[in-house]
């Protein structure tokens, strides 16, 4: 079996890229769902081509801009959701907060180390709303030492699985907040009242363990995951591994991943794989929101399996990590050196939301260049009232409670992974072994959901709502923290470059 394991690894470079790559971004004409439209693509493919590297090693993505299409923004940059780029924050990628946008007809190279992280992770562009329009597309680094390896036999590419929504009108023109046309498995789906077009199918042996990497690629929609007639063990959250955990329903939010081990032991047929939306095109008439489990021996027809009602779906709050748990800080509500509680609301006039009274408007000079330029409490950082100061080696307790209005709002902090002490949904607190992770879901009112993580990595590191179209009307803040040894950091020469030359551009060339 270990065999298996180590073929399908090295069968996967065939495909993939990394950890050493150019990454070109094109436009293209794409029919994922059965409807053509130009998207923003990574060497021409939706979703973007898995990105790997093992554990320990360090990535050189030269990601170079060949946009032309101006109904969608042509300049870009690229973050690596999840990977902490200790010592080289300027590497994140989220646009003016570290870094400027690469403009159209050059190109920057992402180089960083991950020298302590294993897992499922994901990349995407972070400017503006432009991920919706397709540069998006999974990233795992592997661990040859991974604890659960003898837990399944299979683990490559073929078991990465992206969940997207898919937009028919580019994200320029579909106003504010758009309602998805489709949820693609894989790049694959259908729309309602569309054709029967192809759907992603998983191709099994009978009798093998699978090691399933869900991601969720999503621009605003959660899904709940679920492959008929088959339970899924958890085994890792967020790039965390987590003790076994059976389930028969996965909900996953916008930018958080999972790895699921799917034993290959019901009759050999065919099944449904479902992930369905919290809103928007709904259940599965005609395929939609659908994929197919296809044992080897069976045929090539749809499913006819039936949907059971889930019994043990999962509950964040069951989650466990494997190694090293327990928070920091004292066992009790506000036990930390900073506790930051962080209001949310939506302001009707403006029609932006607010974090603690303020919208987070993107600065026109970067936050890191800011701390870089000498700016360095959280007055003299912009935008006014989103930045927050953090010292180092603290540990901070984040309280953030739900809100409402387009809730549940799931909420990603760069540069970490926190203890979620108390999870949606629940009034108690986990000190001991609560799940580890970088996303986590806000709930709704009266919810008061709280993390906790040590400032043990300096950066400007972003907070924000991972629906990308609430992050664009200023559902986010910033983590200035350490800023003294942000300071005295140093990116290359090719960082100091994109400001001026993005800052050239005239608005035809954005």
């Given at each position: ?13 065939y495909a993939a890229i990394g950890p050493i790559a150019d990454m ?63 010592g080289s924050a300027w590497a994140d990628g989220p646009s003016f ?30 400017l503006s709303t432009q991920y919706c329009d397709g540069l998006r ?374």
């Amino acid at each position: 079996m270990r065999f298996l394991v180590l073929a399908s690894l090295l069968a996967v470079v065939y495909a993939a890229i990394g950890p050493i790559a150019d990454m070109e971004i094109v436009n293209g004409n794409i029919s994922p769902d059965g409807f053509q439209r130009a998207a923003v693509l990574v060497k021409g493919v939706y979703p973007g081509p898995l990105v790997l590297g093992f554990k320990g090693n360090t990535f050189w993505l030269n990601v170079i801009d060949s946009l032309t299409d101006n109904t969608m923004l042509r300049s870009t940059s690229i973050h690596w959701h999840g990977i902490f780029q200790a010592g080289s924050a300027w590497a994140d990628g989220p646009s003016f907060v570290t870094q400027c946008p690469i403009a159209a007809n050059n190109s920057f190279v992402y180089r960083f180390n991950v020298p302590d992280q294993a897992g499922t992770f994901w990349y995407h562009s972070h400017l503006s709303t432009q991920y919706c329009d397709g540069l998006r597309g999974p990233l795992v680094v592997y661990d040859p030492f991974d604890p659960h390896r003898p837990k399944y036999d299979i683990d490559d590419e073929s078991t990465v699985i992206t969940l997207s929504d898919w937009y028919h009108t580019p994200a320029l023109a579909a106003g504010p907040v758009p309602i998805f046309d489709s949820t693609l498995i894989n790049g694959k789906g259908r729309y309602v009242g569309g054709p029967a077009a192809e759907l992603f199918k998983l191709n099994v042996f009978k009798g093998l363990r699978y090691r399933l990497r869900l991601v969720s690629i999503s621009c605003d929609p959660n899904w709940v995951f679920s492959i008929d007639g088959h339970n899924l063990t958890v085994i890792e959250a967020d790039g965390v591994n987590t003790q076994p955990l059976v389930v028969d329903s996965v909900q996953i939010f916008a930018g958080q991943r999972y790895s699921l081990i799917l034993h290959a032991n019901q009759p050999a047929r065919n099944y449904w794989m479902r992930a369905n939306p919290n809103f928007g095109p709904t259940g599965f008439d005609n395929g939609i929101n659908s994929g197919v489990l296809h044992y080897a021996s069976a045929g090539n027809g749809d499913p006819s399996s039936v949907q059971s009602p889930s019994v043990i779906p999962l509950m964040e709050t069951n989650l466990h990590p494997l190694e090293n748990p327990g928070a920091p800080g004292l066992p009790q509500a506000g036990g930390a050196d900073v506790v930051l509680n962080l209001a949310l609301d939506f302001d009707f006039n403006t029609f932006l939301f607010t974090v603690n009274g303020a919208p987070f408007i993107p600065p026109t000079a970067p936050v890191l260049l800011q701390i870089l330029s000498g700016a360095s409490s959280a007055t003299d950082l912009l935008p006014p009232g989103s930045v927050y100061v953090l010292p180092p080696n603290k540990v901070i307790e984040i309280v953030i409670p739900g809100l409402a209005i387009g809730g549940p709002h799931p909420f990603h902090l760069h540069g970490h992974t926190f203890d979620v002490v108390r999870s949606a949904g629940n009034t108690s607190y986990n000190y001991d072994n609560p799940v580890r992770r970088d996303v986590v879901s806000t709930g709704l009112p009266g919810d008061e959901v709280t993390i906790r993580f040590v400032t043990n990595n300096a950066g400007p590191w972003f907070l924000h709502c991972h629906i990308n179209w609430h992050l664009e009307i200023g559902l986010a803040v910033v983590l200035a923290e350490d800023v003294g040894t942000i300071a005295a950091s140093n990116p290359p020469t090719a960082w100091d470059k994109l400001c001026p030359i993005y800052d050239a551009l005239d608005p035809s060339q954005l």
